[in-house]
């Protein structure tokens, strides 16, 4: 793998960016923010201003369709009577069977998501704030449940930051997966009042100094909550609350909040609230997460002075809505320093998806073909846990390693036997593609060269194929012999490849020339996406 992602001297602060906007600061803006960034993308984005640009990437969006009974079959039918092709999301919970099946029906909607995102942040927003605020399809296990929770993370994505943790606090999900509604006043669970803190708020940084005392007075406070499984929804009893005052430490002012009883127990939750919020590491901690997804794993003395505590400022005075944060540092100096392109490993989600992006690879229809359109993401799904991504199930309330993990962050991702898995899939969707009953999807290398400038001519074929796939430079030897080798079959003029693809043109059904060209093409872009620059972002 290219040392290529470990930059130094990335300079820049959060003033806005100025200089050269064309395909290399667009592809590198939408890589980040997107899933891939294909050709249409790019060539939508180039008639706007970066500003303009950051200002449509963060728009609001409208909540997606829910997920489906796409596994109904001749020998097994949905207990609960949902009918194949209508949403199971408000049924009973029924029996573990199609509980499962429904788990994987939530799991393939949500890679679903992904892959027809539209020219917006949103999805990218939506899995950073499952690897912060995580759970586990598997734990929570009730597939109702884990739906809602990904409603929460879709309705806050770009929202406010304090009412987002609180519902997050209150969702079933949660409530669940951190043992929320175990915790009583004569039990006290001090699981979840931990995470609050150490993972979902203040951190465990220098500056975050919360005590075993403020994680036992959180647990106080949000004793009493439990869920409601008639309406699928967290309940707050009263009788299970402890109404005593709770002291929190001098990281905390010293706060007291006071004990409620009846239902004023509930509005202790907004009072901790109010106090965490009021500590200026919050701040700090989600600004230092948001810019480790998004630029770069390496927290400088220099990047925290010049970017976090400024962006951590923007967060306050904006009273904690993430927006104003995301859309100053997309716009920065900072993030267009070339020292940032190419510099982190894609998650193996980015692969799977992007892949599927970059190159418009054609599903059925969701509508004709529900079971093959589900499977075909199921597969997708299937690729992502392979090698390591699991969506729905990051291996513990922390999230995935590679978010965190340091000193090596990224390259977690990238191992002997992570990296065959990534090659072989890239290969298998060039090659042979992937089938599930009748319908298969496959990357169609013709069309995409089609969408380059100049496809007749080999030289820039390789350069524009390689503005849209990689984001760092490669040398001229490479693309030569990419070129001799595989494009002119060994022949020395470029005209061979020229007056091959321009036969192709002229004579589309010609079956003989376009099987020569699609060999050569996939031969080609097998080798470029098996290369270690296809893996950074």
């Given at each position: ?509 010609d079956a003989n020339t376009l099987s020569m060209v699609t060999t050569r093409l996939r031969n080609m872009y097998k080798y470029l996406l098996a290369l270690p620059e296809y893996q950074l972002a």
């Open positions: 793998m290219s040392n290529r992602y470990s930059p130094t001297g990335i300079q820049g602060g959060i003033d806005e960016y100025n200089g050269v906007w064309a395909s290399d600061q667009i592809t590198h803006l939408l890589k980040r923010t997107m899933f891939g960034a294909n050709p249409d993308d790019v060539n939508y984005f180039k008639k706007k201003t970066l500003s303009q640009t950051v200002d449509e990437l963060l728009q609001t969006q409208a909540l997606p369709a829910p997920p489906l009974n796409f596994y109904d079959t001749a020998d097994y039918k949905d207990p609960q009577g949902i009918k194949f092709g209508e949403t199971w999301v408000n049924a009973i919970y029924g029996d573990g069977t199609v509980n499962s099946r429904r788990r994987a029906s939530y799991k393939y909607w949500w890679v679903m998501q992904m892959a027809t995102q539209k020219r917006n942040i949103h999805e990218k927003m939506v899995l950073f704030w499952h690897n912060h605020f995580s759970t586990e399809v598997n734990e929570v296990d009730d597939a109702r449940y884990v739906y809602l929770y990904n409603m929460v993370l879709r309705k806050y994505a770009t929202g406010n930051f304090k009412d987002f943790v609180k519902q997050i606090t209150l969702d079933p999900s949660m409530l669940r997966y951190l043992n929320g509604r175990l915790n009583t006043k004569n039990a006290p669970d001090e699981n979840y009042g931990r995470e609050l803190q150490e993972l979902f708020t203040v951190g465990k940084g220098a500056g975050s100094k919360y005590t075993e005392d403020d994680v036992k007075a959180a647990a106080k406070v949000l004793t009493g909550y439990n869920i409601n499984g008639t309406i699928n929804s967290y309940l707050f009893n009263s009788n299970n609350h402890d109404t005593n005052d709770k002291k929190f430490s001098a990281f905390y002012n010293n706060t007291v909040i006071k004990g409620g009883t009846g239902a004023n127990g509930e509005k202790e939750l907004d009072d901790m609230l109010t106090m965490i919020f009021s500590v200026d590491e919050v701040s700090k901690f989600i600004c230092r997460k948001i810019y480790q997804f998004f630029v770069y794993y390496d927290l400088t003395t220099s990047v925290e002075k010049d970017i976090i505590e400024p962006l951590a400022k923007i967060l306050r005075d904006n009273k904690f809505e993430i927006k104003p944060v995301l859309l100053t540092l997309f716009k920065s100096q900072h993030f267009f320093d070339p020292n940032v392109y190419g510099s982190t490993i894609k998650s193996p989600l980015e692969l799977v998806v992007g892949t599927l992006r970059e190159f418009n690879v054609a599903f059925p229809s969701p509508t004709d073909f529900v079971q093959e359109y589900y499977n075909l993401f199921g597969e997708m799904t299937r690729q992502g846990q392979i090698m390591q991504q699991d969506i729905g199930d990051p291996p513990n309330v922390a999230g995935w390693p590679a978010y965190y993990q340091s000193p090596i962050f990224y390259e977690i991702w990238v191992n002997s036997d992570t990296y065959p898995k990534r090659n072989q899939y890239t290969d298998t969707l060039i090659s042979n593609g992937y089938t599930k009953s009748t319908k298969k999807i496959q990357i169609d290398v013709v069309a995409f060269a089609k969408k380059m400038a100049n496809p007749d001519d080999p030289n820039l074929l390789i350069a524009q194929s390689l503005e849209i796939l990689y984001k760092i430079p490669v040398s001229t030897e490479l693309i030569q012999q990419v070129k001799k080798d595989i494009l002119l079959s060994g022949q020395s003029a470029d005209f061979y490849w020229t007056e091959l693809w321009n036969t192709m043109i002229q004579k589309p059904n």
